[in-house]
């Protein structure tokens, strides 16, 4: 296939079936996050199972926050987070939620016709949670073993690595999720996998769950380093995107305070597409809203890739499960 030709993604029904009983998975939102990417995933494996092999690719599958593959609480660790944003029941319940991801067993099992990617990465900070999961998975598809690599550090590190051998490696196509819980991301990192030419990308973002509690009303934005890096914009930036001065009649006269602006979970989901767009040749319009029980937007699913079909089918299956 040429270069400046697009891959075409299955669009049928039959390339999106989940091959896990739903009811074996974690919470409402962590289903619907993996459904999604399960879904995506079958339809291109579907596609390359042809252009793979006429442009001799291969196929990673790399995921930067694999965790253990437990669904064991595991403590979040994300010391740029101050945890008194969130009571103590409150932060023990999400924490529970997002510690069972679930996203490698079902990477591994995920086959067309026999076809699969042809190396699987694995990251993950913890190394305890690393060994769990390569003990698991190593386990359940011994004849997959030789092509999975378990890599701890931080996933910036390491991220950076995959674009340093892509850039070397120009038939590699990387499919790469990047799922944290917390605001562990650089945004230059998210820059640099721009550089890999055959590139898919799903992002969680904590838009409700965390971003939206460190822009407080009163105007001031916490932990405003760890912000200026997760969105690459300077705090006065992010101050007037997500601010406006109003001027109220006090008893002295005329006030001029900041007001944090209406719909914010929803215009930092918007925000980060904006930015996508400046990197990325093809962007989700509408990401995936992924609520918790009270139905209030926590995290936002987004898609990337500098394949317009890429796109397109990632927009069906997340515009489906939104209209639900």
């Not at 591994?108 to 993950?124: C, P, R, T």
């Not at 386990?139 to 999975?148: D, E, G, I, T």
């Not at 999720?177 to 973002?205: C, R, Y």
């Not at 992924?290 to 997340?318: D, E, W, Y």
Request: charged content about 30%; hydrophobic content about 40%; some cysteine.
């Amino acid at each position: 296939m040429e270069d400046n030709k697009d891959y075409r993604l299955v669009e049928s029904d039959d390339a999106c079936i989940v091959s896990e009983p739903q009811s074996s998975w974690g919470g409402a939102w962590t289903e619907e996050k993996l459904d999604a990417l399960e879904k995506y995933v079958r339809a291109y494996l579907t596609v390359m199972k042809k252009y793979a092999k006429e442009n001799g690719w291969k196929l990673f599958y790399f995921d930067a926050f694999a965790g253990s593959g437990s669904r064991e609480i595991e403590s979040v660790e994300e010391k740029n987070i101050d945890n008194t944003l969130f009571r103590e029941k409150e932060l023990e319940k999400i924490t529970e939620q997002a510690s069972y991801k679930g996203a490698a067993e079902r990477i591994m099992g995920l086959e067309v016709d026999g076809f699969s990617f042809d190396y699987f990465y694995f990251i993950d900070k913890d190394k305890k949670s690393l060994h769990k999961l390569q003990e698991k998975l190593k386990s359940l598809f011994p004849h997959k073993a030789s092509c999975m690599a378990f890599r701890p550090g931080d996933a910036n590190e390491r991220i950076l690595e995959l674009v340093s051998y892509a850039r070397n490696n120009p038939k590699c196509a990387a499919l790469v999720l990047l799922d944290p819980f917390g605001m562990q991301l650089n945004w230059e990192t998210i820059s640099a996998l721009k550089e890999i030419k055959h590139i898919d990308l799903w992002i969680l973002v904590p838009s409700g769950v965390i971003i939206n509690r460190l822009l407080t009303r009163s105007g001031k934005i916490l932990c405003p380093e760890r912000m200026e890096m997760s969105f690459g914009l300077s705090v006065e930036e992010l101050q007037k995107y997500f601010y406006e001065q109003i001027t109220e009649l006090g008893l002295f006269g005329e006030m001029t305070r900041q007001k944090k602006r209406d719909d914010t979970i929803n215009r930092i989901a918007q925000l980060y597409i904006e930015l996508l767009s400046k990197e990325f040749q093809f962007v989700i319009k509408e990401p995936l809203v992924l609520r918790n029980s009270t139905s209030c937007p926590i995290f936002h699913f987004i898609f990337a890739s500098h394949n317009r079909n890429g796109v397109k089918i990632a927009s069906q299956i997340v515009g489906k499960k939104n209209r639900k």
